[in-house]
């Protein structure tokens, strides 16, 4: 049996799995008759081939561990390991990193199960996905726990009986597996919620990001109070492209607060590290954000993100969808303000102000287009003209005349000259594709 996982290009956690029993070729690539399907830009419509091979007939020496042959249909090309291959036999626990940069896939290879029967099923072009952990075997006795032996040593579960291999710590309820990332404002965990799903469902949706406040910052009534805003707005909202909320609790006087784990990369990095985007791209990504804005701005209670920007945009791996990230800026339309709050070249001038409005946040769209397409910090672009301060876009080609017009637009120093409503201005670029 083989099993294929897609791994967050940082974290190197699960995204996804596809396991194939008895399969002589395996295809991978963007094209929809491919057994694996990723929708990467870097991956090829037909990208690479695993065919199974008979290792009892292959040489000893360079075979023993490897029973797969890796054939590279792609320009893009293919890394084994680290390694450019174009084509070789491939052993158990390679990566395969699909382009540079692109889909990282680790191979495992599994004695078979089941049906002793030689026949050869047929292909099945949508494998079912198998859980990433396994539940408890029924021939093991309960009271002797398991001591997870024969593990892979990237695996976050134990392979015999779907646990977590290492647990760091305990917090309240949740299993931390690993530490995500530290900044100023707290530490972010991938932890595990044992009681939230049970084994005979897939466990990796127990996994959760647990974001906790550091001590220090809990000292000031400003950052205590975005972080207790972030909760309180998360919890109110439901929209796939945001982050959904689990939780939030104080425990031995710090905060914490519970939310979906998200696999991706937030614009702005992915930009920096891979380079710009075709106008096609840009476009989806920033249609996709004006639904997630229409969304909240006509929430029962609606609101203003105020903090629109490439850095708070991520791409989720699996379905190249965007999510909104960092909610502990949001304020309700109509509350007075008077703090100022937003990132320098994407803040609109009411906002700068401490007077944001819906419109403000359309007016982030603008600036955001021209990073992912330009790559250049847009502040650097915002010169006086004629007309005022504006974005000048001479010089960049790549961001045609119809699209220039709609930065243009929804970039208008006054709220009442860009457009009004998400609907309206993702309309506006659709028409530009």
Same mark, same amino acid.
């Given at each position: 049996?083989?099993?294929?996982?897609?791994?967050?290009?940082?974290?190197?956690?699960?995204?996804?799995?596809?396991?194939?029993?008895?399969?002589?070729?395996?295809?991978?690539?963007?094209?929809?008759?491919?057994?694996?399907?990723?929708?990467?830009?870097?991956?090829?419509?037909?990208? =690479?081939?695993?065919?199974?091979?008979?290792?009892?007939?292959?040489?000893?020496?360079?075979?023993?561990?490897?029973?797969?042959?890796?054939?590279?249909?792609?320009?893009?090309? !293919?890394? %084994?390991?680290?390694?450019?291959?174009?084509?070789?036999?491939?052993?158990?626990?390679?990566?395969? #990193?699909?382009?540079?940069?692109?889909?990282?896939?680790?191979?495992?290879?599994?004695?078979?199960?089941?049906?002793?029967?030689?026949?050869?099923?047929?292909?099945?072009?949508?494998? #079912?996905?198998? !859980?990433?952990?396994?539940?408890? $075997?029924?021939?093991?006795?309960? $009271?002797?726990?398991?001591?997870?032996? @024969?593990?892979?040593?990237?695996?976050?579960?134990?392979?015999?009986?779907?646990?977590?291999?290492?647990?760091?710590?305990?917090?309240?309820?949740?299993?931390?597996?690993?530490?995500?990332?530290?900044?100023?404002?707290?530490?972010?965990?991938?932890?595990?919620?044992?009681?939230?799903?049970?084994?005979? *469902?897939?466990?990796?949706?127990?996994?959760?990001?647990?974001?906790?406040?550091?001590?220090?910052?809990?000292?000031?009534?400003?950052?205590?109070?975005?972080?207790?805003?972030?909760? $309180?707005?998360?919890? !109110?909202?439901?929209?796939?492209?945001?982050?959904?909320?689990?939780?939030?609790?104080?425990?031995?006087?710090?905060?914490?607060?519970?939310?979906?784990?998200?696999?991706?990369?937030?614009?702005?990095?992915?930009?920096?590290?891979?380079?710009?985007?075709?106008?096609?791209?840009?476009?989806?990504?920033?249609?996709?954000?004006?639904?997630? =804005?229409?969304?909240?701005?006509?929430?029962?209670?609606?609101?203003?993100?105020?903090?629109?920007?490439?850095?708070?945009?991520?791409?989720?791996?699996?379905?190249?969808?965007?999510?909104?990230?960092?909610?502990?800026?949001?304020?309700? %339309?109509?509350?007075?303000?008077?703090?100022?709050?937003?990132?320098?070249?994407?803040?609109?001038?009411? #906002?700068?102000?401490?007077?944001? %409005?819906?419109?403000?946040?359309?007016?982030?769209?603008?600036?955001?287009?021209?990073?992912?397409?330009? @790559? *250049?910090?847009?502040?650097?672009?915002?010169?006086? $003209?004629?007309?005022g301060y504006r974005f000048m876009l001479d010089g960049y080609?790549?961001?045609?005349?119809?699209?220039? #017009?709609?930065?243009?637009?929804? !970039?208008?120093?006054?709220?009442?000259?860009?457009?009004?409503?998400?609907?309206?201005?993702?309309?506006?670029?659709?028409?530009?594709?």
């Open positions: 049996m083989v099993i294929l996982t897609l791994l967050h290009p940082q974290h190197r956690t699960p995204l996804k799995q596809w396991c194939f029993q008895r399969e002589p070729l395996i295809r991978i690539g963007r094209a929809p008759d491919n057994h694996i399907i990723l929708d990467d830009l870097l991956v090829s419509r037909h990208h =690479l081939d695993l065919r199974a091979v008979d290792v009892s007939a292959a040489n000893a020496s360079s075979a023993r561990n490897a029973s797969w042959h890796l054939v590279n249909h792609s320009t893009n090309g !293919t890394y %084994v390991n680290g390694a450019v291959m174009s084509q070789g036999l491939i052993s158990e626990n390679a990566l395969l #990193q699909l382009a540079q940069g692109g889909p990282l896939l680790k191979l495992q290879i599994l004695a078979a199960t089941g049906s002793t029967s030689t026949q050869q099923p047929p292909i099945a072009k949508t494998p #079912q996905l198998p !859980t990433l952990p396994k539940a408890p $075997s029924s021939r093991q006795p309960q $009271s002797q726990p398991c001591a997870h032996n @024969g593990n892979p040593p990237a695996n976050l579960f134990c392979i015999h009986c779907g646990l977590p291999v290492k647990v760091e710590k305990t917090i309240r309820q949740y299993q931390v597996l690993r530490v995500l990332g530290k900044g100023g404002m707290g530490t972010t965990y991938l932890v595990w919620h044992p009681t939230a799903s049970p084994f005979s *469902e897939q466990p990796q949706n127990a996994l959760r990001v647990l974001k906790e406040m550091n001590a220090d910052m809990a000292k000031i009534p400003k950052a205590q109070e975005l972080f207790e805003r972030e909760a $309180s707005t998360l919890k !109110t909202l439901n929209h796939p492209g945001i982050p959904k909320f689990y939780d939030f609790f104080v425990e031995a006087g710090k905060k914490y607060l519970v939310m979906a784990l998200l696999h991706g990369q937030d614009l702005e990095k992915r930009i920096r590290q891979h380079g710009t985007v075709p106008a096609q791209q840009a476009i989806a990504w920033m249609m996709q954000t004006c639904d997630i =804005l229409d969304y909240l701005h006509n929430h029962r209670t609606p609101i203003i993100h105020r903090d629109i920007k490439p850095g708070n945009l991520l791409v989720q791996a699996v379905s190249n969808q965007i999510t909104v990230l960092d909610f502990g800026a949001v304020k309700a %339309v109509g509350i007075p303000s008077g703090t100022r709050i937003g990132a320098e070249g994407y803040a609109a001038p009411e #906002q700068a102000q401490g007077r944001p %409005v819906t419109q403000s946040d359309l007016y982030a769209i603008g600036p955001s287009l021209i990073f992912i397409m330009t @790559g *250049e910090n847009p502040s650097r672009l915002y010169k006086k $003209s004629s007309r080609p790549e961001i045609a005349p119809p699209l220039r #017009q709609v930065i243009d637009r929804v !970039t208008e120093p006054r709220a009442s000259d860009r457009y009004q409503t998400a609907k309206e201005l993702s309309q506006a670029l659709s028409n530009c594709l």
